[in-house]
């Protein structure tokens, strides 16, 4: 159970921290009214939030209950 609720929490940091990383180097422009965009501090923002996320992910899969 805790494995899979630290995988669902890794999973939404990845995709979160890459939208944010994506829209703070103004590759993707989306939504348009977004204060992220092309503002590269949140390029970096988003970049760390997807390496934590892919910390728990690693980690949950080392030291998590085999199934």
Not at 11 to 28: D, R
Not at 35 to 54: S, T
């Amino acid at each position: 159970m805790m494995k899979r609720l630290a995988r669902i929490i890794a999973i939404v940091l990845i995709v979160l921290g890459a939208l944010w990383s994506l829209q703070g180097l103004g590759i993707l422009m989306w939504p348009p009214h977004s204060f992220m965009l092309a503002q590269r501090e949140w390029g970096l923002y988003g970049a760390i939030v997807a390496a934590f996320g892919g910390l728990i992910w690693l980690l949950s899969a080392r030291f998590g209950p085999r199934q």
